[in-house]
């Protein structure tokens, strides 16, 4: 019987039922790409509708731009960082000399910055407890107001449970407390 079949029949039905097979998955699972590639070459705009590649909402997707208030501010009032001179009171715009709880709560925010970072050192290169309790240690120095602050507790609370099963050691509450009073 296949002797009876020639070589030429043979590749011709071959390849007549690829073709197929690759027509009908290219109709199957690429049909948005091929109407989007037909509709270009025929000069006509992507279809628009809710889903599918290269479709375009039919509405506009942030709103009308709306004109804001602007204030100028001269250079000489902005605040970066800590003062040049240490003989004046470091106060941001528009807050009293004798306010307190805003610079705490601003070095409070950079004290749980640098935490986080520090127990992504820490877990990230498996540091022995020295180590994280001198780094440790040095952001504590750095934030000397926070000492004794309701914030003391937040910062031990937040470090304990960020970094619960990250380290190699556990920490514990009276480890830091120690840290904080400089034992």
């Known amino acids: 019987m296949l002797r009876q079949i020639s070589w030429h029949t043979y590749l011709l039905s071959i390849t007549g039922c690829l073709a197929a097979y690759y027509l009908y998955v290219a109709l199957v699972y690429y049909k948005t790409e091929i109407v989007t590639v037909f509709r270009r070459l025929s000069g006509n705009p992507p279809a628009r509708g809710a889903s599918g590649a290269y479709l375009v909402p039919a509405y506009p997707v942030m709103g009308a731009a709306q004109q804001e208030e602007v204030q100028f501010i001269a250079p000489e009032e902005l605040v970066f960082g800590l003062s040049d001179h240490p003989d004046e009171a470091e106060t941001m715009p528009g807050q009293a000399a004798?306010?307190?709880?805003?610079?705490?709560?601003?070095?409070?925010?950079?004290?749980?910055?640098?935490?986080?970072?520090?127990?992504?050192?820490?877990?990230?290169?498996?540091?022995?407890?020295?180590?994280?309790?001198?780094?440790?240690?040095?952001?504590?120095?750095?934030?000397?107001?926070?000492?004794?602050?309701?914030?003391?507790?937040?910062?031990?609370?937040?470090?304990?449970?960020?970094?619960?099963?990250?380290?190699?050691?556990?920490?514990n509450s009276a480890e830091l407390e120690s840290i904080w009073n400089g034992h």
């Open 98 to 171: 004798g306010s307190d709880a805003g610079s705490l709560a601003g070095e409070f925010a950079e004290m749980i910055q640098e935490v986080k970072t520090l127990i992504r050192v820490i877990a990230d290169s498996r540091e022995p407890r020295e180590n994280f309790q001198m780094l440790f240690g040095l952001i504590v120095q750095k934030y000397p107001s926070l000492q004794g602050s309701p914030y003391q507790r937040q910062v031990n609370d937040f470090l304990l449970r960020e970094s619960a099963g990250l380290f190699l050691f556990e920490l």
